[in-house]
Protein backbone atom coordinates (compact mmCIF):
# COMPACT_ATOMS: atom_id res chain seq x y z
CA UNK A 1 0.00 0.00 0.00
CA UNK A 2 0.92 3.65 -0.95
CA UNK A 3 0.77 6.60 1.04
CA UNK A 4 2.09 8.98 -1.69
CA UNK A 5 3.05 7.99 -4.90
CA UNK A 6 4.63 10.46 -8.12
CA UNK A 7 4.68 9.44 -11.33
CA UNK A 8 7.11 11.00 -14.03
CA UNK A 9 6.50 14.36 -12.64
CA UNK A 10 7.49 17.07 -14.45
CA UNK A 11 7.80 20.61 -12.58
CA UNK A 12 9.14 23.62 -14.38
CA UNK A 13 10.28 26.89 -13.28
CA UNK A 14 9.45 30.05 -15.53
CA UNK A 15 10.53 33.42 -15.55
CA UNK A 16 9.92 35.88 -18.54
CA UNK A 17 13.32 36.38 -20.25
CA UNK A 18 15.13 33.58 -19.11
CA UNK A 19 14.84 29.85 -20.53
CA UNK A 20 12.34 27.46 -18.99
CA UNK A 21 14.02 25.16 -16.18
CA UNK A 22 13.00 21.72 -15.96
CA UNK A 23 13.77 21.31 -11.91
CA UNK A 24 12.39 17.95 -11.86
CA UNK A 25 12.43 16.16 -14.96
CA UNK A 26 10.18 12.87 -14.97
CA UNK A 27 10.81 11.57 -11.28
CA UNK A 28 8.24 8.80 -9.84
CA UNK A 29 8.34 7.85 -5.94
CA UNK A 30 6.53 6.14 -3.59
CA UNK A 31 6.61 6.32 0.51
CA UNK A 32 4.48 3.81 1.96
CA UNK A 33 2.96 4.83 6.21
CA UNK A 34 5.29 4.59 8.43
CA UNK A 35 8.09 4.62 5.83
CA UNK A 36 10.82 7.07 6.32
CA UNK A 37 12.10 7.93 2.75
CA UNK A 38 15.28 10.22 2.75
CA UNK A 39 15.91 12.17 -0.62
CA UNK A 40 19.70 13.04 -1.56
CA UNK A 41 21.17 15.53 -3.85
CA UNK A 42 23.57 17.95 -4.37
CA UNK A 43 22.00 21.53 -4.08
CA UNK A 44 20.54 22.39 -7.11
CA UNK A 45 19.26 18.81 -8.06
CA UNK A 46 15.76 19.50 -7.46
CA UNK A 47 14.76 17.89 -4.72
CA UNK A 48 13.17 21.24 -2.73
CA UNK A 49 11.26 21.34 -5.82
CA UNK A 50 9.68 18.17 -5.61
CA UNK A 51 9.09 18.69 -2.03
CA UNK A 52 7.05 21.51 -2.84
CA UNK A 53 5.36 20.01 -5.60
CA UNK A 54 4.12 17.09 -2.93
CA UNK A 55 2.79 20.21 -0.85
CA UNK A 56 1.02 21.97 -3.53
CA UNK A 57 3.86 24.84 -3.31
CA UNK A 58 4.53 24.50 -6.71
CA UNK A 59 1.97 23.73 -9.96
CA UNK A 60 3.29 20.80 -11.71
CA UNK A 61 3.73 20.64 -15.46
CA UNK A 62 3.39 17.13 -16.20
CA UNK A 63 2.86 13.84 -14.41
CA UNK A 64 0.91 13.23 -10.89
CA UNK A 65 1.19 13.30 -7.32
CA UNK A 66 -1.41 10.79 -5.70
CA UNK A 67 -2.11 10.91 -1.92
CA UNK A 68 -3.77 8.36 -0.42
CA UNK A 69 -6.08 8.17 -4.16
CA UNK A 70 -6.46 11.33 -4.67
CA UNK A 71 -4.40 14.10 -7.02
CA UNK A 72 -2.92 16.75 -4.81
CA UNK A 73 -3.85 20.36 -6.26
CA UNK A 74 -1.92 23.24 -6.04
CA UNK A 75 -2.46 25.59 -2.70
CA UNK A 76 -4.67 28.23 -3.59
CA UNK A 77 -6.67 31.05 -1.37
CA UNK A 78 -9.69 28.79 -0.70
CA UNK A 79 -10.04 26.83 2.26
CA UNK A 80 -7.35 23.75 2.33
CA UNK A 81 -8.85 20.34 2.71
CA UNK A 82 -5.86 17.98 2.37
CA UNK A 83 -4.24 18.72 5.91
CA UNK A 84 -2.71 15.21 5.60
CA UNK A 85 0.65 16.24 4.18
CA UNK A 86 2.54 18.72 6.35
CA UNK A 87 5.93 20.48 6.20
CA UNK A 88 8.85 21.27 8.09
CA UNK A 89 11.05 23.82 6.17
CA UNK A 90 14.96 24.53 6.15
CA UNK A 91 14.94 27.65 8.22
CA UNK A 92 13.38 27.60 11.71
CA UNK A 93 14.11 31.67 11.51
CA UNK A 94 12.39 32.45 9.14
CA UNK A 95 9.17 29.66 9.13
CA UNK A 96 7.83 31.19 12.40
CA UNK A 97 5.53 33.96 12.77
CA UNK A 98 8.31 36.29 15.27
CA UNK A 99 5.18 37.86 17.01
CA UNK A 100 2.97 34.88 17.53
CA UNK A 101 3.39 32.82 21.13
CA UNK A 102 4.39 29.02 19.96
CA UNK A 103 1.35 28.50 21.45
CA UNK A 104 -0.91 29.71 19.58
CA UNK A 105 0.86 28.71 16.53
CA UNK A 106 0.50 25.14 17.11
CA UNK A 107 -2.58 25.75 17.79
CA UNK A 108 -3.41 26.70 14.32
CA UNK A 109 -2.71 23.14 13.76
CA UNK A 110 -4.97 21.70 16.00
CA UNK A 111 -7.51 24.00 14.78
CA UNK A 112 -7.05 22.45 11.01
CA UNK A 113 -8.27 19.15 12.07
CA UNK A 114 -11.25 20.45 15.28
CA UNK A 115 -8.98 18.60 17.68
CA UNK A 116 -9.97 20.16 21.25
CA UNK A 117 -8.57 17.40 23.31
CA UNK A 118 -4.67 18.38 22.74
CA UNK A 119 -3.50 21.32 23.96
CA UNK A 120 -0.06 23.01 22.64
CA UNK A 121 1.79 22.09 25.72
CA UNK A 122 1.20 18.63 25.37
CA UNK A 123 2.49 18.66 21.45
CA UNK A 124 6.07 20.26 22.76
CA UNK A 125 6.60 17.50 25.40
CA UNK A 126 6.56 15.42 22.37
CA UNK A 127 8.94 17.29 21.30
CA UNK A 128 11.22 17.37 24.04
CA UNK A 129 10.25 20.46 25.14
CA UNK A 130 8.94 22.36 28.69
CA UNK A 131 5.28 22.70 28.46
CA UNK A 132 5.13 26.01 29.96
CA UNK A 133 7.16 27.52 26.38
CA UNK A 134 3.54 27.51 25.04
CA UNK A 135 3.65 31.10 26.06
CA UNK A 136 6.89 32.34 24.84
CA UNK A 137 8.04 33.56 21.23
CA UNK A 138 10.18 32.14 18.69
CA UNK A 139 13.32 34.39 19.48
CA UNK A 140 13.27 32.86 22.73
CA UNK A 141 14.38 29.62 21.70
CA UNK A 142 17.97 28.27 19.98
CA UNK A 143 17.84 26.63 16.06
CA UNK A 144 16.93 23.46 17.34
CA UNK A 145 14.28 24.43 19.85
CA UNK A 146 13.26 26.48 17.09
CA UNK A 147 13.02 23.87 14.30
CA UNK A 148 11.48 21.19 17.37
CA UNK A 149 8.66 23.92 17.59
CA UNK A 150 8.04 23.89 13.75
CA UNK A 151 7.96 20.09 14.34
CA UNK A 152 5.00 20.04 17.19
CA UNK A 153 3.36 22.72 14.83
CA UNK A 154 3.32 20.34 11.64
CA UNK A 155 2.54 17.27 13.86
CA UNK A 156 -0.61 19.54 15.31
CA UNK A 157 -2.64 18.60 12.06
CA UNK A 158 -2.09 14.51 12.62
CA UNK A 159 -0.61 14.41 8.82
CA UNK A 160 -0.48 11.15 7.21
CA UNK A 161 2.67 12.41 5.79
CA UNK A 162 5.18 14.65 6.93
CA UNK A 163 7.69 16.35 4.77
CA UNK A 164 11.54 17.85 5.65
CA UNK A 165 12.94 20.23 3.46
CA UNK A 166 16.39 19.89 4.92
CA UNK A 167 14.93 20.39 8.09
CA UNK A 168 18.47 20.09 9.89
CA UNK A 169 20.79 21.80 7.60
CA UNK A 170 20.12 24.72 9.75
CA UNK A 171 21.24 23.65 12.87
CA UNK A 172 24.27 22.86 14.89
CA UNK A 173 25.96 19.82 14.29
CA UNK A 174 25.06 18.55 17.58
CA UNK A 175 21.89 18.83 17.18
CA UNK A 176 21.58 17.36 13.99
CA UNK A 177 21.10 13.50 14.54
CA UNK A 178 18.73 14.46 17.64
CA UNK A 179 16.52 16.39 15.60
CA UNK A 180 16.22 14.33 12.82
CA UNK A 181 16.06 11.17 14.84
CA UNK A 182 13.26 12.82 17.11
CA UNK A 183 11.31 13.62 13.42
CA UNK A 184 11.65 9.81 12.59
CA UNK A 185 10.53 8.57 15.84
CA UNK A 186 7.51 11.01 16.23
CA UNK A 187 6.26 10.10 12.39
CA UNK A 188 7.04 6.07 12.97
CA UNK A 189 4.87 6.10 16.08
CA UNK A 190 1.99 8.22 14.44
CA UNK A 191 2.61 5.86 11.56
CA UNK A 192 2.96 8.72 9.20
CA UNK A 193 4.94 8.57 6.58
CA UNK A 194 8.75 10.60 5.96
CA UNK A 195 9.82 12.27 2.99
CA UNK A 196 13.17 13.55 4.32
CA UNK A 197 15.42 15.64 2.12
CA UNK A 198 18.50 16.26 2.80
CA UNK A 199 22.27 16.82 1.11
CA UNK A 200 23.43 15.21 5.05
CA UNK A 201 24.36 11.82 3.65
CA UNK A 202 25.48 10.43 7.49
CA UNK A 203 22.20 11.97 8.87
CA UNK A 204 19.82 10.39 6.04
CA UNK A 205 21.40 6.70 6.61
CA UNK A 206 20.70 6.99 10.41
CA UNK A 207 17.11 7.42 9.67
CA UNK A 208 15.82 6.50 6.30
CA UNK A 209 14.61 2.69 5.24
CA UNK A 210 14.91 3.41 1.91
CA UNK A 211 17.30 6.35 -0.11
CA UNK A 212 16.46 8.00 -3.19
CA UNK A 213 19.34 9.68 -4.78
CA UNK A 214 18.74 12.54 -7.43
CA UNK A 215 20.71 13.89 -9.92
CA UNK A 216 19.61 17.26 -12.04
CA UNK A 217 16.13 16.58 -11.67
CA UNK A 218 16.33 13.02 -12.13
CA UNK A 219 15.80 9.81 -10.04
CA UNK A 220 19.46 7.90 -10.34
CA UNK A 221 18.98 5.11 -7.60
CA UNK A 222 16.73 3.84 -5.46
CA UNK A 223 17.12 1.32 -2.79
CA UNK A 224 17.20 0.33 0.17
CA UNK A 225 19.57 2.06 3.15
CA UNK A 226 22.04 -0.72 3.63
CA UNK A 227 22.35 -1.59 0.32
CA UNK A 228 22.97 1.47 -1.18
CA UNK A 229 25.11 2.31 1.78
CA UNK A 230 26.82 -1.14 1.64
CA UNK A 231 27.00 -1.52 -2.55
CA UNK A 232 25.90 1.54 -3.81
CA UNK A 233 25.86 1.30 -7.92
CA UNK A 234 25.20 4.34 -9.40
CA UNK A 235 28.15 5.82 -10.40
CA UNK A 236 26.71 9.19 -9.30
CA UNK A 237 26.09 7.58 -5.56
CA UNK A 238 29.50 6.27 -5.24
CA UNK A 239 30.96 9.36 -5.73
CA UNK A 240 28.38 11.11 -3.61
CA UNK A 241 29.00 8.67 -0.88
CA UNK A 242 33.19 8.93 -1.28
CA UNK A 243 33.19 12.13 -0.94
CA UNK A 244 31.66 11.89 2.37
CA UNK A 245 34.96 12.55 5.03
CA UNK A 246 35.49 9.67 7.73
CA UNK A 247 36.50 11.13 11.18
CA UNK A 248 38.89 8.14 11.50
CA UNK A 249 41.88 10.09 12.24
CA UNK A 250 43.68 8.44 9.38
CA UNK A 251 44.16 11.71 7.03
CA UNK A 252 42.45 10.50 3.95
CA UNK A 253 41.28 12.89 1.41
CA UNK A 254 37.79 12.60 -0.01
CA UNK A 255 37.56 11.76 -3.53
CA UNK A 256 36.42 14.76 -5.48
CA UNK A 257 34.15 14.38 -8.63
CA UNK A 258 34.94 16.49 -11.33
CA UNK A 259 33.21 19.75 -12.44
CA UNK A 260 30.08 21.53 -11.43
CA UNK A 261 26.59 20.26 -11.50
CA UNK A 262 25.20 21.29 -15.10
CA UNK A 263 23.07 24.01 -15.73
CA UNK A 264 19.64 22.55 -15.35
CA UNK A 265 17.81 25.00 -18.44
CA UNK A 266 20.09 23.20 -20.39
CA UNK A 267 21.13 19.88 -19.55
CA UNK A 268 23.49 17.37 -21.40
CA UNK A 269 21.79 15.19 -23.63
CA UNK A 270 21.67 11.07 -22.79
CA UNK A 271 22.72 10.04 -19.41
CA UNK A 272 22.44 13.20 -17.60
CA UNK A 273 25.48 12.47 -15.61
CA UNK A 274 27.58 11.56 -18.07
CA UNK A 275 29.96 14.50 -18.57
CA UNK A 276 30.82 13.91 -15.24
CA UNK A 277 31.05 10.38 -14.76
CA UNK A 278 34.59 8.44 -14.62
CA UNK A 279 32.70 5.02 -15.89
CA UNK A 280 30.51 6.66 -19.13
CA UNK A 281 30.48 4.72 -22.10
CA UNK A 282 29.37 5.75 -25.80
CA UNK A 283 25.25 4.91 -25.25
CA UNK A 284 25.69 7.40 -22.07
CA UNK A 285 26.03 10.07 -24.56
CA UNK A 286 22.92 8.97 -26.92
CA UNK A 287 20.57 7.28 -24.86
CA UNK A 288 19.02 8.72 -21.49
CA UNK A 289 18.78 5.42 -18.89
CA UNK A 290 15.22 5.85 -18.55
CA UNK A 291 14.54 2.72 -15.90
CA UNK A 292 15.09 1.94 -12.60
CA UNK A 293 15.55 1.51 -9.65
CA UNK A 294 19.35 2.34 -10.76
CA UNK A 295 19.39 4.93 -14.11
CA UNK A 296 22.91 3.58 -15.46
CA UNK A 297 23.42 1.66 -18.56
CA UNK A 298 25.68 -0.19 -16.53
CA UNK A 299 22.84 -1.58 -14.55
CA UNK A 300 20.14 -2.13 -17.30
CA UNK A 301 17.59 -4.42 -16.18
CA UNK A 302 17.55 -7.63 -18.44
CA UNK B 1 56.72 31.96 10.11
CA UNK B 2 54.50 30.43 13.22
CA UNK B 3 51.97 31.90 15.17
CA UNK B 4 51.65 31.78 18.88
CA UNK B 5 48.12 32.32 20.77
CA UNK B 6 49.14 32.36 24.73
CA UNK B 7 46.31 32.71 27.10
CA UNK B 8 43.85 34.45 24.92
CA UNK B 9 40.84 35.73 26.93
CA UNK B 10 38.12 37.57 25.33
CA UNK B 11 35.25 39.17 26.88
CA UNK B 12 32.13 40.70 25.34
CA UNK B 13 30.24 42.69 28.12
CA UNK B 14 31.13 41.56 30.89
CA UNK B 15 30.71 38.10 29.90
CA UNK B 16 33.52 35.36 29.43
CA UNK B 17 34.18 34.15 25.69
CA UNK B 18 37.47 32.88 25.79
CA UNK B 19 39.08 32.09 28.88
CA UNK B 20 42.65 31.47 28.23
CA UNK B 21 43.10 30.07 24.81
CA UNK B 22 46.80 28.41 23.58
CA UNK B 23 47.42 27.29 20.23
CA UNK B 24 50.02 26.88 17.54
CA UNK B 25 50.14 27.03 14.20
CA UNK B 26 53.31 26.20 12.16
CA UNK B 27 53.97 26.64 8.55
CA UNK B 28 52.80 24.08 6.71
CA UNK B 29 50.87 22.54 8.65
CA UNK B 30 46.97 22.77 8.99
CA UNK B 31 45.43 23.09 12.70
CA UNK B 32 42.31 22.03 13.27
CA UNK B 33 39.89 23.69 15.63
CA UNK B 34 36.37 21.70 16.71
CA UNK B 35 33.87 22.47 19.03
CA UNK B 36 30.25 22.99 19.12
CA UNK B 37 29.07 26.54 18.52
CA UNK B 38 29.30 29.17 21.05
CA UNK B 39 32.44 27.33 22.38
CA UNK B 40 34.64 30.12 20.66
CA UNK B 41 36.08 28.64 17.89
CA UNK B 42 35.25 31.98 15.51
CA UNK B 43 36.49 34.10 18.13
CA UNK B 44 39.68 32.53 17.98
CA UNK B 45 39.63 33.21 14.43
CA UNK B 46 38.67 36.86 14.48
CA UNK B 47 41.16 38.04 17.50
CA UNK B 48 43.88 36.60 15.33
CA UNK B 49 42.93 39.55 12.91
CA UNK B 50 41.55 42.09 15.23
CA UNK B 51 38.59 42.09 14.33
CA UNK B 52 36.73 41.17 17.41
CA UNK B 53 33.01 43.08 17.74
CA UNK B 54 33.31 46.30 18.87
CA UNK B 55 34.00 46.51 23.29
CA UNK B 56 35.71 43.76 23.04
CA UNK B 57 38.25 43.13 26.16
CA UNK B 58 41.30 41.11 24.89
CA UNK B 59 44.45 39.84 26.97
CA UNK B 60 47.15 37.35 26.81
CA UNK B 61 49.36 37.34 23.14
CA UNK B 62 49.18 36.22 19.81
CA UNK B 63 52.63 36.42 18.40
CA UNK B 64 53.56 36.28 14.71
CA UNK B 65 56.99 36.23 14.51
CA UNK B 66 58.53 38.43 17.01
CA UNK B 67 55.34 41.10 17.23
CA UNK B 68 52.78 40.63 19.47
CA UNK B 69 49.42 41.20 17.22
CA UNK B 70 47.59 42.57 20.33
CA UNK B 71 49.51 45.33 20.94
CA UNK B 72 50.33 46.37 17.46
CA UNK B 73 49.40 49.67 16.46
CA UNK B 74 46.61 50.23 14.06
CA UNK B 75 48.14 51.31 10.78
CA UNK B 76 50.91 48.44 11.21
CA UNK B 77 48.44 46.22 11.98
CA UNK B 78 46.53 46.69 9.22
CA UNK B 79 49.91 45.73 6.67
CA UNK B 80 49.40 42.27 8.85
CA UNK B 81 45.63 41.82 7.99
CA UNK B 82 45.01 40.58 4.21
CA UNK B 83 48.86 40.58 4.00
CA UNK B 84 50.33 38.52 6.50
CA UNK B 85 47.15 36.56 7.95
CA UNK B 86 43.94 35.98 5.47
CA UNK B 87 41.39 34.77 6.40
CA UNK B 88 38.59 32.50 4.47
CA UNK B 89 34.90 33.27 5.88
CA UNK B 90 31.85 30.56 5.70
CA UNK B 91 29.57 31.61 3.50
CA UNK B 92 31.16 32.52 0.27
CA UNK B 93 27.39 34.07 -0.87
CA UNK B 94 27.97 36.73 1.44
CA UNK B 95 31.52 37.00 2.03
CA UNK B 96 32.01 38.49 -1.73
CA UNK B 97 30.74 42.01 -2.52
CA UNK B 98 27.97 41.69 -4.65
CA UNK B 99 28.26 44.34 -6.93
CA UNK B 100 32.23 44.75 -7.74
CA UNK B 101 33.76 41.81 -10.55
CA UNK B 102 35.97 38.94 -8.94
CA UNK B 103 38.85 40.84 -10.72
CA UNK B 104 38.65 43.72 -8.76
CA UNK B 105 38.14 42.04 -5.53
CA UNK B 106 41.41 40.18 -6.23
CA UNK B 107 43.35 42.77 -7.03
CA UNK B 108 42.38 46.11 -4.57
CA UNK B 109 44.60 44.54 -1.71
CA UNK B 110 46.82 43.74 -3.83
CA UNK B 111 47.68 46.87 -5.45
CA UNK B 112 47.33 48.09 -1.46
CA UNK B 113 50.01 45.83 0.44
CA UNK B 114 51.87 44.99 -2.33
CA UNK B 115 52.03 48.10 -4.26
CA UNK B 116 51.75 46.11 -7.84
CA UNK B 117 50.80 48.37 -11.02
CA UNK B 118 47.34 47.57 -12.42
CA UNK B 119 48.73 45.13 -15.21
CA UNK B 120 51.31 43.13 -12.67
CA UNK B 121 48.13 42.29 -10.20
CA UNK B 122 45.77 41.82 -13.13
CA UNK B 123 48.31 39.17 -14.17
CA UNK B 124 48.79 37.77 -10.47
CA UNK B 125 45.00 37.49 -9.91
CA UNK B 126 44.49 35.60 -13.38
CA UNK B 127 47.79 33.25 -12.25
CA UNK B 128 45.84 32.78 -8.53
CA UNK B 129 42.33 32.29 -10.34
CA UNK B 130 44.14 29.07 -12.55
CA UNK B 131 45.87 28.33 -9.15
CA UNK B 132 42.26 27.68 -7.25
CA UNK B 133 41.12 26.14 -10.80
CA UNK B 134 38.91 28.17 -11.99
CA UNK B 135 37.79 27.19 -15.01
CA UNK B 136 38.76 29.98 -17.97
CA UNK B 137 40.57 32.11 -15.60
CA UNK B 138 40.95 35.22 -18.17
CA UNK B 139 36.80 35.42 -18.65
CA UNK B 140 36.29 34.82 -15.10
CA UNK B 141 38.37 38.15 -13.85
CA UNK B 142 35.88 40.22 -15.46
CA UNK B 143 32.38 38.12 -13.84
CA UNK B 144 30.68 38.80 -11.28
CA UNK B 145 30.05 36.57 -7.90
CA UNK B 146 26.31 35.31 -8.68
CA UNK B 147 27.90 33.95 -11.81
CA UNK B 148 30.15 31.50 -10.15
CA UNK B 149 28.35 28.55 -8.53
CA UNK B 150 29.13 28.12 -4.23
CA UNK B 151 32.14 25.71 -4.49
CA UNK B 152 33.45 28.53 -7.38
CA UNK B 153 32.97 31.20 -5.17
CA UNK B 154 34.43 29.51 -2.10
CA UNK B 155 37.53 28.62 -4.21
CA UNK B 156 37.74 32.47 -5.24
CA UNK B 157 37.27 33.23 -1.77
CA UNK B 158 40.64 31.30 -1.05
CA UNK B 159 42.36 32.99 -3.80
CA UNK B 160 41.38 36.90 -2.86
CA UNK B 161 42.93 35.67 0.86
CA UNK B 162 46.07 34.15 -1.08
CA UNK B 163 46.49 36.61 -3.24
CA UNK B 164 49.07 38.91 -0.98
CA UNK B 165 51.16 35.85 -0.22
CA UNK B 166 50.14 35.49 3.53
CA UNK B 167 51.92 33.62 6.06
CA UNK B 168 49.01 32.04 7.80
CA UNK B 169 45.88 31.50 6.54
CA UNK B 170 42.42 30.85 9.39
CA UNK B 171 39.72 29.15 7.69
CA UNK B 172 36.31 29.97 9.52
CA UNK B 173 34.54 26.83 8.31
CA UNK B 174 35.39 27.21 4.82
CA UNK B 175 33.38 24.33 3.42
CA UNK B 176 30.14 24.01 5.84
CA UNK B 177 27.78 25.73 3.11
CA UNK B 178 29.19 23.13 0.24
CA UNK B 179 27.85 20.38 -1.04
CA UNK B 180 29.53 16.98 -0.27
CA UNK B 181 31.21 16.48 -3.26
CA UNK B 182 32.55 20.29 -3.93
CA UNK B 183 33.72 19.91 -0.47
CA UNK B 184 36.07 17.35 -1.51
CA UNK B 185 37.70 19.76 -4.31
CA UNK B 186 37.92 22.71 -1.92
CA UNK B 187 39.38 20.77 1.15
CA UNK B 188 42.32 18.92 -1.57
CA UNK B 189 42.74 22.37 -2.59
CA UNK B 190 43.20 24.08 0.62
CA UNK B 191 45.39 20.68 1.62
CA UNK B 192 47.33 20.88 -1.48
CA UNK B 193 48.25 25.31 -1.06
CA UNK B 194 49.11 24.55 2.42
CA UNK B 195 51.73 21.99 1.70
CA UNK B 196 52.89 23.99 -1.78
CA UNK B 197 53.11 27.17 0.06
CA UNK B 198 54.07 26.95 3.50
CA UNK B 199 51.05 28.01 4.82
CA UNK B 200 50.07 27.79 8.26
CA UNK B 201 46.49 27.11 8.02
CA UNK B 202 43.80 27.23 11.42
CA UNK B 203 41.10 25.37 10.40
CA UNK B 204 37.83 26.05 12.14
CA UNK B 205 35.23 23.31 11.62
CA UNK B 206 32.45 22.06 13.53
CA UNK B 207 32.90 18.57 11.08
CA UNK B 208 35.15 15.53 12.60
CA UNK B 209 35.28 13.94 9.19
CA UNK B 210 36.70 17.54 7.37
CA UNK B 211 39.10 17.59 10.49
CA UNK B 212 40.15 13.98 9.91
CA UNK B 213 41.02 14.64 6.26
CA UNK B 214 43.17 17.53 6.24
CA UNK B 215 43.61 18.23 9.59
CA UNK B 216 47.50 17.84 11.14
CA UNK B 217 46.67 18.77 14.91
CA UNK B 218 43.51 18.86 16.14
CA UNK B 219 42.21 21.02 19.28
CA UNK B 220 38.87 20.96 20.70
CA UNK B 221 37.26 23.65 22.53
CA UNK B 222 34.66 23.99 24.99
CA UNK B 223 33.23 27.33 26.72
CA UNK B 224 36.19 29.31 25.86
CA UNK B 225 38.77 26.68 26.69
CA UNK B 226 41.45 23.93 24.28
CA UNK B 227 40.36 21.08 26.47
CA UNK B 228 42.30 18.45 24.05
CA UNK B 229 44.88 18.94 21.77
CA UNK B 230 47.39 16.86 19.31
CA UNK B 231 48.01 15.10 16.48
CA UNK B 232 45.19 13.81 14.55
CA UNK B 233 45.19 10.36 15.17
CA UNK B 234 45.55 10.60 18.59
CA UNK B 235 42.64 12.70 18.98
CA UNK B 236 40.08 11.27 17.19
CA UNK B 237 41.17 7.56 17.66
CA UNK B 238 41.88 7.96 21.04
CA UNK B 239 40.06 11.28 22.66
CA UNK B 240 41.23 11.71 26.51
CA UNK B 241 39.50 14.32 27.41
CA UNK B 242 35.49 13.01 28.11
CA UNK B 243 33.86 16.16 25.90
CA UNK B 244 36.36 14.54 22.59
CA UNK B 245 34.82 11.50 23.37
CA UNK B 246 31.51 12.87 23.39
CA UNK B 247 31.87 14.92 20.09
CA UNK B 248 32.99 12.08 18.55
CA UNK B 249 29.61 9.58 20.21
CA UNK B 250 27.16 12.23 18.94
CA UNK B 251 28.16 11.59 15.14
CA UNK B 252 25.43 10.01 13.18
CA UNK B 253 27.82 7.21 12.02
CA UNK B 254 29.24 6.24 15.67
CA UNK B 255 26.21 3.89 16.42
CA UNK B 256 26.40 2.08 13.98
CA UNK B 257 30.12 1.77 13.84
Not at chain 1, 67 to 72: A, L, Q, S
Not at chain 1, 97 to 123: F, K
Not at chain 2, 109 to 124: P, Q, V, Y
Not at chain 2, 214 to 222: H, T
Amino acid sequence: MTLLSIDDLVVEHRSPGRPVVRAVAGASLTVGPGEVVGLVGESGCGKSTLARAVCGLNPITEGSITFDGEPVTPLGLRRRRLTGIQMVFQDPYASLNPRRRVGDQIADGLRTVRDTATSPADLLERVGLPREFAGRHPHEFSGGQRQRVAIARALAARPRLLIGDEPISALDASAQAQVARLMRDLAVESGAGLLFISHDLSVVRLIADRIVVMYLGRIVEVGDTAEVWADPRHPYTRALLGAVPKPDGLGVLPAELPGDVPDPANPPGGCRFHPRCPLVMDVCREKDPGFGPVACWLHEPK
Amino acid sequence: MTLDIGGLTVSIGGKEILRGVDLRLEAGRVHGLAGESGSGKTMTGLAVLGLLPHGARVSGAIRLGERDLLTLPPKELNRVRGGEVAMVFQDPATSLHPMLTIGKQLTEHMRHHLKLGRAEARARAVELLGKVRIPGPEEAYGRFPHQFSGGMRQRIAIAIALACSPKVLIADEPTTALDVTVQAGVLRLLRGLCDELGLAVLLVTHDLGVMSAVADEVSVMKDGLVVESGPRGQVLREPAHAYTRSLLDSLPDAELR
